[in-house]
């Protein structure tokens, strides 16, 4: 049976391509994804408190060069396959490269829904993977040698809305521990459905406003839109796999690595590469494989993720 | 009118929202001293822009300053912009009290 | 007792009146409203899942009749004893033969205060009533002849706000079933009294500023803001009665027919008759009826329900 | 200035939210390419209109074009919209750069 | 244009927000009839003003008036607050249809 | 231990400080400022439900002159000690007769964080507390024989968003008493604290960009935000004990003592004494005083209050 948040973002997504009058607020748009940030941050840094952090620095430092991977072999097939000009396809590969919070807090979802436990770093994978790409892709379009103000680039990027809040929320979580956030649960747990659910809707409602670019962009797009997270979720389940999480824990680094980004990459590459068109890769990222990851990506990755991890758990 | 008026340029920049500060880094850079931004959605050669989803919102800014200056940066918007972002720039003469404000 | 949310309203109405400073963000009462009918919808869906579809469908064209009789009476007390031109008659009477949501939400928080059951298609009932009187209404103002852009029309009311909202979350409560909503009920639900409880304020808010309409135009506005819901509430009680409803449902299908729109109905009367003063219609629909609905009407039309059709439990 | 400067005429049209949508599409059917549009509030013959209530939501549309195309919008608002709509009106000249893309 | 059209004066003033409605006040007071009002940040003299946060927003407001009117308003913002407030004022010619209207 | 709300106002600072790019929407903190104080006036009216208001009155007299005291103390201390010209003395006094509503909610939260009771009249002391000290603060600028129009200024004190809400949702509370306030109260307490947290990450923010402001007016700024909250805490704590409150309604007491104002003030005082530098006043209640107090003030104010006022409890 399908989730019922996943209802609300089929309902966006009808809603917005049958030109329904439908429009949330901006300023609920932006207080959910502030508000979904902040408790995956806190429930992140909750479960890091019960453990040691040294033993993850290596693990970091695989998703880094996961995320950089994929980038580049994103790269490579929109070079190749798709003849993409040079700055276009470091722009797209980098939104590839990079994460969905939204995947990511869909996949925490349905997951709790069925009660399968995963690896609290989860969410520090999320906080990490979400810049790499970035770099590569700038480098791509540009070489390292050129005037790229990287200063700025490096405050866009460190101090962007989305990790400073889960960074954060992460701190807080591990300074205040299980008892010290028991009094703000009520809203950070307890709303969190509800609030995704909502959240979906209007994410629904933006989806659907891209596949007017995909229908001038044909086939290509929409195929690699496709074929990418699951060529990334192979490379996610290896590393997940090698680094010993759980099945939970793999599904979710599966999901990091098959979700392509939406809202932090194509905020730096509209500065850093502004010849590449926007349009273009958040029709693939936004119409394509964000919907794709809800609908058949997180059940798929699961049973891969059982399929082979299961023994480990 | 008790003060001394005068005459100034108004220069309006509508153009996406995610050049805001650079823009405003920009001008500051070019003796510019104060600035006005709203929000505003709008469509043009770069498909339609409405607010409601941040790489798609538009915002508009005013600059009072003199001429001269306001040549300049429509000089400079088009040197670095005009290719590559959705944007709209004009100019205005305005009368302005206090002219050794902008 | 008076209900808690009916003092946010008064305490909304006497801070207007008083010409107090406050003043809720616009995005929170957009907010509150898209909440309001999606829980709304999601109840309502998920109380549908549990019966027959098909024995709904001659109720649903009883109170499409009910709906069209109130505009039919309203425009022509309005053209009769009000001696309104055709278009603010038009415009003002299919105000009247439409629903209001806040006015319902009320009444559903007045019944489950109460534990006092009801049918579940009434949220049908809510999302069916609000459009045709709309159209009964350009027809009394243009004639069927005149080249009104029905497709636009079609469009503005079958894709509305209101509409797309209740269809959409009735089709996700009816699919998704008790237990599929239920990791979403802690906000839907339990949010529900507390949220209309801020909507009321703001309500009176709104309200308090058609006072000076009142003023101006007169006691016949008044005297048919209050006795055009009474002849409604005997129209509903006996459609109600004779679609053998329980009390709790003949309640809410008064309640609907009773109430008057002020949100979905302006809006498109705003656009097909354009020579109709708005601050006429609102002033009645909003500056009486909804008041007067709220304070007297609910708990009356659950009177009157449980002494007519109090057998048919 | 490096690149070819013009003048067009810059048409602002303030008026209820409800209308919105309907100007905009007479507008493209009238030539028009692009526009701005941004909320505000006001007063005017038709009362106050202060955007926190949709029925009272005002919005400001911006189009910068030919003048006869600002003639020819301004003369269209005046025969539909001037009587039965809150609505005001304006025109001013501008100086723009790439006159062609208006 | 099949009306008449006339010149009038667009005043614009740019200021701190808790001034809104001692200014619209003081304008009414003044023979204004109409005014719209639209929310702004900006930066200038006193600093940074972002819409984020009560005490530092700005708002623009325009009044569309005769040119005695914009001269009088003008005259009465410099002797009563550009002393202590951040604010710019401006005026531009536009023209409109109705010119009874302003 | 630190509260955790407390941990994302120092979230907030941070992030501010670090120039982050983490901005709420204005409708967000809008919203929670008027939920705050919905929640504690709801609170306040329920407790006040249960006793006679009689005997509050003299309690209300004395709080008033506690913040006319204040306010002509910081006078002084800004003139005599400061060099502050007439305006700016008599602005920034005002900022600390009167009080604020944050201050006053983290307190709350961490006295029922700790299950400490205090008097339901406290939230009566803080709508009282608010304004007289804008009154004296004015007479102090501008003598009393001036044309000031008291009228206008008497509207916006008396009916200021901040007071509307603390005593509309107070007769609220009051009149529904427990019972009636039950079904709202899963919005309104359950949320109380996730919402301060939200709301205080915010503040930090806010709090951040006053730091400028305080680099450049060197440390008399930075000494008199941090005595006066000290000075005015004897004096609440005398007030407190002459009043024979519990230990926990004198550490409320002494906390809306201690505690500047940052709304009403303002805003009242930008009319009214346009001469005076606002930045100032703010930098000096937002940028030290209000963070002295969450840190360091509140858990002192109680000890000294368990200290002194523990026999009477
Ligand atoms: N003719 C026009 N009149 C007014 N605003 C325009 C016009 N064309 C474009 N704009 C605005 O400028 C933005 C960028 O334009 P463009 O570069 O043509 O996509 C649009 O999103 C509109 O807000
Ligand atoms: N004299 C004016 N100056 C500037 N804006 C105006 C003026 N008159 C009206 N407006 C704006 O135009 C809208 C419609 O005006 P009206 O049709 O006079 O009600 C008002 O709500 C204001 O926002
Ligand atoms: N040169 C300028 N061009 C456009 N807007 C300005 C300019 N200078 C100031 N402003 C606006 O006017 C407000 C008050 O200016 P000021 O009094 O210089 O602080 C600023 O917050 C800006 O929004
Ligand atoms: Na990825
Ligand atoms: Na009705
Ligand atoms: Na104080």
Chains 1, 3, 6 share one sequence.
Request: hydrophobic share 55%; glycine share 10%.
């Amino acid at each position: 049976m399908i989730d019922v948040v996943v209802l609300f973002f089929l309902f966006g997504l009808l809603a917005g391509a049958a030109r329904s009058e439908l429009k949330l607020p901006a300023a609920l748009y932006e207080t959910l994804s502030v508000f979904l940030l902040l408790a995956i941050g806190l429930k992140g840094g909750e479960g890091l408190a019960k453990q040691a952090v040294l033993p993850l620095l290596p693990q970091l430092g695989s998703v880094i060069l996961l995320g950089v991977a994929q980038t580049l072999i994103a790269y490579s097939l929109l070079r190749a396959v798709g003849r993409f000009d040079r700055a276009n396809a470091a722009s797209t590969a980098a939104h590839y490269g990079s994460v969905s919070v939204a995947t990511f807090a869909v996949a925490l979802n349905w997951l709790a829904t069925r009660a399968i436990p995963f690896e609290s770093q989860a969410a520090v994978f999320l906080a990490v993977m979400e810049i790499p790409a970035i770099l590569v892709g700038i480098v791509l379009a540009r070489g390292i040698n050129r005037h790229t103000n990287w200063r700025r680039l490096a405050h866009e990027t460190f101090l962007g809305k989305g990790v400073t809040l889960l960074l954060g929320s992460m701190a807080i979580g591990w300074l205040a521990g299980p008892d010290g956030l028991a009094p703000i649960k009520g809203v950070f747990y307890e709303l969190f459905k509800g609030a995704l659910a909502l959240f979906l809707l209007e994410m629904g409602l933006i989806v659907s406003r891209h596949f007017g670019t995909l229908r001038q962009h044909g086939l290509f797009l929409v195929g690699f839109g496709i074929a990418m997270p699951l060529l990334s979720a192979l490379l996610g389940l290896t590393t997940g796999i090698a680094l010993g999480l759980s099945p939970g824990g793999v599904t979710l680094l599966v999901v990091l690595a098959a979700s392509a980004s939406y809202i932090a990459v194509p905020a730096a590459m509209r500065l850093a590469v502004p010849e590449a068109n926007p349009a273009l890769s958040l029709a693939a990222s936004l119409g394509i494989t964000f919907p794709f990851n809800l609908l058949v990506g997180i059940p798929l990755y699961h049973r891969l993720a059982v399929h082979f991890a299961g023994d480990s758990a | 009118m008790t003060a001394p008026s005068e005459i100034r340029s108004l220069l309006t920049v509508i153009t996406e929202a995610a050049l805001e500060n650079t823009l405003l880094h920009d001008f500051e850079g070019r003796g510019v001293h104060g600035c006005t931004v709203s929000d505003a959605r709008g469509r043009g050669q770069r498909g339609v822009r409405d607010a409601a989803w941040g790489e798609a919102a538009n915002v508009r800014i005013e600059v009072i300053c003199r001429r001269e200056c306001a040549e300049a940066l429509l000089d400079h918007l088009q040197r670095h912009y005009f290719n590559n972002y959705a944007m709209v720039a004009f100019v205005q003469e305005v009368v302005v009290l206090r002219p050794n404000k902008f």
